[in-house]
């Protein structure tokens, strides 16, 4: 008798069991199946029907190709990757360097008196080198007081400027963002900058040598 | 003897003590039953509608021929990352042909990942010339987003008071967390594309089967959306999907840089 129960047990279960897996697995793919589905009516016309033929659509093609190679640049360019902190560097369209780098730590940093915010984050988009400088003195803004903890002192105070923390060359791309060394070398590869993009001095040389004013800075 | 007797006289019990339940087991299988031939009925016809209201919104366009259909896709394609290329902002192109992914600025491919796997609804390999150019023949926008991690994640630091607080201040680098990279987005002819971030397919099968993926609780909100429109005897919505795995950083590092509307082409 308790044999006849568990049989009616078992009937039961199998029968839910059928139905979870009908509607998680078998129905969702008889829907995508191919085979339930009507193939869409083709047209079963001639070319020269459609008023174009082979030869007019290859050419056309061609033609946009042509127009959309023009986009990218032969002369040079660098793309950066602010996910995985990596550059590319390219010239007559050949990848020439690639390497870490540094971008923004995105981070929004309130003054203590939480009267002041700023945001750490490498804008995404396409920008140009506007201008190139050797042994830059960085001009230290609020913000870098700020996060030490320090008095803002007034624009043109002698503690405002330091050299070497931007390494041995800069590319500015405006906005205040802009391509430099660094003295925190262990931080390559890691979004720990302040919307600028670092570099190790070896790749910032090359980049500085091959990079003019006017060529395109691609970040995503 | 005896046993056989005991037997006898427990059977004739047996028979009606779960007579009421045998009566229950074939009731609750039957309905069982009927519930999913009309939900597959409902499910399949929803597909079918949608496919006949695809054709309906390309009537009375030129016919395409077949025999120039993949040229005329290679121009829609070829055109559709030209319009993108005029915009300002990072754009997407997905090439299902050649299994590329990229992400385009301004006409320039900053980023290009091959496409480790996909599948694409049946609406698609069923789909004519015409719904086909009313799909992708111009670049797609995106609706929205959902994602397993943060689209643009931003931490809020509260600046230290002195200098002495901000040399004890220890900068301590946050451990990388494994994450489980999938999303999603809407896109504006009523389809949806999904990208998976897979490092290792077998992982990402698990995950799926424990119930731990971001795609399994999808699916399961989906099947719970088309079970109570059938509970009502009404159509589920139906939303062609084209589903793709590629390795984990690019699809992080593709999430973070498409911006909120941003334009997709898509070759098929």
Not at chain 1, 13 to 31: D, E, K, N
Request: net charge positive.
């Amino acid at each position: 008798m308790i044999r006849t129960f568990f049989i009616y047990l078992l009937i039961l279960f199998v029968g839910i069991l059928f139905f979870g897996s009908m509607i998680l697995f078998a129905i969702p793919a008889i829907q995508e199946s191919t085979f339930v589905l009507p193939k869409m009516k083709e047209a079963q016309i001639g070319a020269d029907e459609v008023g174009t033929t082979r030869e007019s659509l290859e050419k056309e093609i061609n033609k946009l190709q042509v127009k959309l190679e023009k986009y990218t640049p032969t002369e040079a360019y660098i793309v950066i990757n602010s996910n995985d902190n990596h550059f590319y560097l390219y010239k007559n369209k050949q990848l020439i360097r690639d390497g870490l780098c540094s971008t923004g730590k995105n981070e929004r940093l309130v003054s203590a008196d939480s009267t002041k915010e700023f945001i750490f984050h490498t804008p995404l988009g396409v920008r140009k080198v506007l201008g190139k400088q050797k042994n830059p003195v960085w001009a230290k803004p609020n913000w870098a007081f700020i996060e030490e903890g320090l008095p803002i002192p007034p624009p043109g105070h002698a503690s405002r400027f330091e050299s070497g923390t931007l390494g041995a060359y800069k590319l500015t791309l405006g906005d205040g963002y802009m391509i430099h060394g660094t003295i925190y070398k262990r931080f390559m590869g890691l979004n720990v900058t302040h919307g600028c993009i670092r570099m190790g001095d070896e790749d910032l040389e090359v980049v500085y040598n091959t990079m003019s004013v006017g060529s395109k800075v691609y970040i995503y | 003897m005896k046993e056989n007797s005991a037997e006898d006289f427990d059977s004739l019990f047996v028979r009606k003590k779960y007579s009421g339940l045998k009566i229950f087991v074939i009731i609750f299988c039957v309905i069982l039953l009927v519930f999913t031939a009309v939900y597959t009925y409902l499910s399949v016809s929803a597909v079918r509608d949608r496919m006949k209201l695809s054709q309906t919104q390309t009537e009375g366009a030129a016919p395409v021929s077949p025999s120039l259909i993949d040229l005329m896709k290679e121009k829609a394609w070829v055109e559709s990352r030209l319009k993108m290329a005029s915009g300002d902002s990072i754009g997407l192109t997905i090439d299902l042909e050649e299994h590329l992914l990229q992400l385009e600025l301004k006409g320039v491919v900053v980023m290009s990942t091959k496409i480790r796997d996909y599948a694409t609804s049946g609406f698609f390999k069923r789909m004519d010339g015409n719904v086909y150019f009313t799909m992708f023949g111009s670049p797609l926008t995106i609706l929205s987003f959902e994602s397993t991690i943060e689209k643009n994640p931003l931490k809020v630091v509260m600046a230290p008071k002195t200098a002495e607080e901000a040399e004890a201040a220890v900068a301590v680098k946050d451990s990388l967390p494994k994450e489980n990279v999938f999303w999603t987005v809407k896109l504006d002819r009523e389809f949806e594309l999904n990208i998976q971030g897979i490092d290792s397919i077998s992982e990402a099968q698990e995950n799926y089967k424990l119930g731990k993926g971001f795609e399994f609780k999808r699916d399961l909100k989906n099947i719970f959306n088309s079970f109570k429109h059938i509970v009502q005897f009404k159509k589920p919505t139906y939303t062609p999907e084209i589903l793709i795995a590629i390795p984990e950083n690019e699809a992080k590092a593709i999430l973070r840089a498409l911006p909120r509307n941003a334009s997709v082409t898509i070759r098929i």
